[in-house]
C-alpha cells in the first residue's frame, strides 16, 4: 500500500519544481525528503523521477500518480472536516496566511473577533503573498489564505482548493503629486512603482497600459503598497491603488481619470477543498467579511468626493 505522507512528499516536489525546495517547504532536509521518494518508488514499482541536468522532473507515472494523491487528500480533508462539524463548538488550530494589505488593515480585527467568540480557538497567523500562499496551502502549512486577483491575470484557483470571494476592491491610478499630465501619451514619460516582477498584479498593470498604447516605465518595484502610496505623495512615481488600501490609509489623494475607473480587483478567503466545512473556517470567512464590510463602510476620503 502506498504511503500517503510519501505522496506528499511527491505532490510538493511537482508544486515547487525541485526537491531542494520541497525540502525547505516541508523543513526536511534534502537527504530525508530523496530516502522518502526513493521508499515510494519501491512501494509504487515505477520510476518516479528523472533527472534533467542538476534538478529533477517528475515521470508520466509520477505525475499520475500526484494527480491520485490530489484525490485521496480531498477525501481525507473532507472526513477530517465532517469530524469537525460534529463539534458544536468552534475549537482547534486554524492557521491564517494573508496578504500585505489585508494583513496591515483587516487581520488584527479578525484575530480579536475570532478569540473573543471562539475562545477555545487557537489561531496562528503569517503574512505571505498570494502566489506562495497558495503554495503553502497546498502544503498543509497553512489553512485558510486571503488572496487577491486581478481581472486577465488569475490562472484560476489550483485543483484541490476552495475560494469563496469576500469582496471586489476598485483599484485606480494615481499621478505624482503634481504632475502635470493631461493625455495617456504623456504617461510614457513617467515613473512608475509596481509590484516585483513575476507577481501578478505587476503583469496586470503592464497589460492595463499596454491596452492604453504606452509601456509603463517601471523603475521601482516593491511588494509594500504603502511604499507606492509614499513614492506618489513625494511626486517621484505614478501607481496602481486599490481602494481598500486608500481607505484604510486615509490617503488624501486623486486619482487619475486617465486609465478609467472600472478595473477592479477579488479578494478571496482560500482553503482545502472540502475544508470549507470545519467550522473553524467557517469562523473564519465570517470574521473576515465582516472586518472587510466595515472598511468598505467607512466615509469617503478625498479620492472619492
Known sequence: MLDVRRLVFLREVQLRGSITAAAQALSYTHSAVSQQLTLLEREAGVSLLEKVGRGVRLTPAAVEL???AEGILAILERAEADLAASDTQVRGLVRLGAFSTISRHAVPRV???LRAQHPALEIR????EPEEGLLL?????IDVVVADSYPGSSEGIPGGLHADLLMDDAVHAYLPLGADVGT????QRLKWVLEPSGSEAHAWVRRLCLQHGFEPDAAYESADLLFHVRMVEAGLAAAFLPDLLVRGEGVRLEPSALLGTHQRRQISLICRSGAERRPAVAACRQAFAASLGGLEAR????SDL
Do not use: D
Not at 137 to 141: G, P, Q, T, V, Y
Not at 184 to 187: A, R
Not at 299 to 302: E, V
Open 184 to 187: 495617456l501619451s504623456e504617461l
Open 66 to 68: 500526484v494527480h491520485h
Open 125 to 128: 497567523y503569517q503574512e505571505v
Open 299 to 302: 466615509g469617503p476620503t478625498r
Open 137 to 141: 496551502l497546498s502544503s498543509r502549512r
Open 111 to 113: 484575530i480579536g473577533a
